[in-house]
């Protein structure tokens, strides 16, 4: 249906052309000869010019009648010469008119039309009718003749051979922008495409996403956007007025303080959390992110907006804290009492010497525990921000005697040699209990999944300004492939995972993120089946943001 519609416009337009050009010439040739009336009168009543004229009326009603697009494209050439024909009866019947002038029309026609054939035939022609005129007329050849009989020909050439360049320039110009029209249809085409194909991915996703433009208008939106804040997916700027609660769920927020006009000032914005009205009177929690788009150079393009319904996260978040602060207090009771026992336990006269020794350790651990319980309970009420460290001076040898005596136990269960390789003092201001519990599990860990009869040794030491401690074994080791996922929470080992050792995958990653709030760093070299060794850094002046 196409092709023929483009064939249809294409035949109007030659046949409006073929009129066009006709009716020019006619309007021409009327022109000459109201001309002549004026001046030679006579030169108009000989037969032959009259039937000139007569020619070029009759041929441009034809012009008019003729649908010229269904018949040969040659056929059209008769038009311009029967204009020829008329212009040299013209010229025979007056050969002082100077009618040989209006040979440029029909010449630049046969040129323009059929190119270097029509300009040839359009020459030939008027020149044959410049000789015939001078011949029937029987004028000598004179310095006077010179410019209708040589020049005119010469003149006629030029006219049609520039007109030839022309027209191939222009049909050259045509084809170039036809293609170019292609091209641009097709990327139009290409475009629009993925246009539908971005709108329906972004139809398909769960969060809400809109595009900014430039201007900070809402350009495009999805449903996910428009369920999420009760709007019209095709009213993307419907988002500038609404109502949303700061984090706290109570705070108003003003109209430039919501996150959609944030965005479209301007302004970027990781994981805002914002509340806003749900069904009934509930709330929701919205994490919004925005993000200034570029263009190629580097200028201001618009913003993307990406909305996220967190609201069941926060509420699972809310669940598990109550859970941990709930399960903690049930073991701070029976813990009170067990410490309460072996304080009367140590309080007893006559107990051997390893006894005693034995309900020590036990106390301390007992009382250790109590500060863990104490620490999750705080980390419930404060889960949003971690606990602020107590910083204080702190032996390191303290804490890695305490930590080997509180593993020595499950140590000799397995003949497992604890070692401490160091003795002289290392002072670090640090959190006491925070970096017991680092010390913990490397040793937890280096007992664990050490070999039967193998050996753990540890060791701190400072030297200028940095404080090390170091807790090697000889333990089965970790493949090179899985090094970079130790310190991921709830990783553990395909090896491990397979045999009888038990984990939470947890150790680790708590460990890197206390010695990292020291301002340290933890760094493991393991070879598979040849042990691990851990190597903790510290800034001994503590950290730098206490």
């Given at each position: 249906m196409s092709g023929a519609g483009d064939s249809r416009r294409a035949g109007a337009t030659f046949d409006r052309s073929v009129v066009l050009?006709?009716?020019?010439?006619?309007?021409?040739?009327?022109?000459?000869?109201?001309?002549?009336?004026?001046?030679?009168?006579?030169?108009l009543t000989k037969p032959i010019a009259i039937v000139a004229v007569a020619l070029v009326f009759t041929a441009t009603g034809v012009a008019i009648i003729v649908p010229w697009h269904r018949f040969p494209r040659a056929l059209v050439m008769a038009l311009p010469i029967v204009d020829i024909l008329a212009i040299g009866l013209i010229r025979i019947a007056e050969p002082a008119a100077g009618v040989g002038l209006l040979w440029f029309f029909p010449t630049i026609w046969l040129a323009s039309y059929f190119?270097?054939?029509?300009?040839?035939?359009?020459?030939?022609?008027?020149?044959?009718?410049?000789?015939?005129?001078?011949?029937?007329?029987e004028r000598a050849f004179t310095a006077v003749s010179v410019p209708s009989v040589v020049l005119l020909p010469i003149v006629l050439s030029f006219i049609a051979t520039s007109t030839v360049?022309?027209?191939?320039?222009?049909?050259?110009?045509r084809v170039l922008l036809r293609t170019q029209a292609k091209q641009l249809e097709r990327a139009l085409r290409r475009a629009n495409k993925q246009e539908e194909r971005l709108a329906e991915v972004l139809n398909a996703v769960d969060f809400g996403v809109v595009r900014l433009d430039r201007d900070g208008r809402g350009g495009v939106m999805n449903t996910a956007y428009a369920k999420l804040y009760g709007l019209?997916?095709?009213?993307?700027?419907?988002?500038?007025?609404?109502?949303?609660?700061?984090?706290?769920?109570?705070?108003?927020?003003?109209?430039?303080?919501?996150?959609?006009?944030?965005?479209?000032?301007?302004?970027e914005f990781d994981d805002e959390v914002t509340w806003i009205p749900g069904e009934g009177s509930e709330l929701r929690a919205v994490s919004v992110t925005a993000r200034r788009l570029y263009d190629e150079d580097g200028g201001l393009e618009g913003g993307v907006i990406v909305a996220r319904d967190i609201t069941e996260e926060r509420n699972a978040v809310r669940a598990r804290d109550d859970l941990v602060a709930s399960v903690s207090h049930e073991l701070r009771t029976p813990?009170?009492?067990?410490?309460?026992?072996?304080?009367?336990?140590?309080?007893?006269?006559?107990?051997?010497?390893?006894?005693?020794?034995?309900?020590?350790?036990?106390?301390?651990?007992?009382?250790?525990?109590?500060?863990?319980?104490?620490?999750?309970?705080?980390?419930?009420?404060?889960?949003?921000?971690?606990?602020?460290?107590?910083?204080?001076?702190?032996?390191?040898?303290?804490?890695?005697?305490?930590?080997?005596?509180?593993a020595q136990a499950r140590a000799d269960e397995r003949d497992i040699r604890l070692t401490i390789t160091t003795s002289e003092p290392a002072v670090v201001r640090a959190d006491g209990f925070r970096l017991r519990q680092v010390v913990d599990n490397l040793v937890s860990n280096a007992v664990k999944y050490n070999r039967q009869g193998g050996e753990?040794?540890?060791?701190?030491?400072?030297?200028?300004?940095?404080?090390?401690?170091?807790?090697?074994?000889?333990?089965?080791?970790?493949?090179?492939?899985e090094l970079p996922k130790v310190f991921e929470r709830f990783f553990r080992s395909g090896g491990v995972r397979q045999g009888t050792v038990h984990g939470s995958g947890l150790g680790l990653g708590i460990a890197r993120e206390l010695v990292e709030r020291h301002g340290g760093?933890?760094?493991?070299?393991?070879?598979?089946?040849?042990?691990?060794?851990?190597?903790?850094?510290?800034?001994?002046?503590?950290?730098?943001?206490?």
């Amino acid at each position: 249906m196409s092709g023929a519609g483009d064939s249809r416009r294409a035949g109007a337009t030659f046949d409006r052309s073929v009129v066009l050009s006709q009716l020019l010439f006619g309007a021409v040739l009327v022109t000459a000869v109201f001309t002549l009336l004026l001046f030679s009168p006579v030169a108009l009543t000989k037969p032959i010019a009259i039937v000139a004229v007569a020619l070029v009326f009759t041929a441009t009603g034809v012009a008019i009648i003729v649908p010229w697009h269904r018949f040969p494209r040659a056929l059209v050439m008769a038009l311009p010469i029967v204009d020829i024909l008329a212009i040299g009866l013209i010229r025979i019947a007056e050969p002082a008119a100077g009618v040989g002038l209006l040979w440029f029309f029909p010449t630049i026609w046969l040129a323009s039309y059929f190119g270097l054939t029509g300009a040839i035939i359009a020459v030939a022609t008027s020149s044959a009718l410049v000789w015939i005129s001078e011949l029937v007329s029987e004028r000598a050849f004179t310095a006077v003749s010179v410019p209708s009989v040589v020049l005119l020909p010469i003149v006629l050439s030029f006219i049609a051979t520039s007109t030839v360049l022309s027209s191939r320039r222009a049909g050259a110009q045509r084809v170039l922008l036809r293609t170019q029209a292609k091209q641009l249809e097709r990327a139009l085409r290409r475009a629009n495409k993925q246009e539908e194909r971005l709108a329906e991915v972004l139809n398909a996703v769960d969060f809400g996403v809109v595009r900014l433009d430039r201007d900070g208008r809402g350009g495009v939106m999805n449903t996910a956007y428009a369920k999420l804040y009760g709007l019209d997916v095709a009213d993307p700027d419907a988002a500038r007025d609404g109502v949303a609660f700061a984090a706290d769920r109570a705070t108003p927020l003003s109209r430039a303080e919501l996150p959609f006009n944030r965005a479209a000032a301007g302004q970027e914005f990781d994981d805002e959390v914002t509340w806003i009205p749900g069904e009934g009177s509930e709330l929701r929690a919205v994490s919004v992110t925005a993000r200034r788009l570029y263009d190629e150079d580097g200028g201001l393009e618009g913003g993307v907006i990406v909305a996220r319904d967190i609201t069941e996260e926060r509420n699972a978040v809310r669940a598990r804290d109550d859970l941990v602060a709930s399960v903690s207090h049930e073991l701070r009771t029976p813990m009170t009492s067990v410490l309460g026992y072996i304080d009367l336990s140590l309080d007893a006269e006559g107990l051997p010497p390893n006894v005693t020794r034995n309900l020590e350790i036990m106390q301390r651990n007992g009382d250790r525990m109590l500060e863990l319980i104490a620490s999750i309970l705080q980390s419930a009420k404060h889960a949003e921000a971690p606990v602020p460290l107590a910083l204080a001076p702190v032996d390191l040898h303290d804490v890695l005697r305490d930590a080997v005596e509180a593993a020595q136990a499950r140590a000799d269960e397995r003949d497992i040699r604890l070692t401490i390789t160091t003795s002289e003092p290392a002072v670090v201001r640090a959190d006491g209990f925070r970096l017991r519990q680092v010390v913990d599990n490397l040793v937890s860990n280096a007992v664990k999944y050490n070999r039967q009869g193998g050996e753990v040794m540890v060791g701190a030491t400072v030297d200028e300004g940095m404080a090390w401690v170091v807790v090697r074994d000889t333990g089965i080791g970790i493949p090179e492939a899985e090094l970079p996922k130790v310190f991921e929470r709830f990783f553990r080992s395909g090896g491990v995972r397979q045999g009888t050792v038990h984990g939470s995958g947890l150790g680790l990653g708590i460990a890197r993120e206390l010695v990292e709030r020291h301002g340290g760093e933890i760094h493991i070299d393991s070879e598979e089946g040849s042990g691990t060794t851990v190597i903790v850094t510290l800034p001994v002046a503590g950290p730098e943001d206490a």
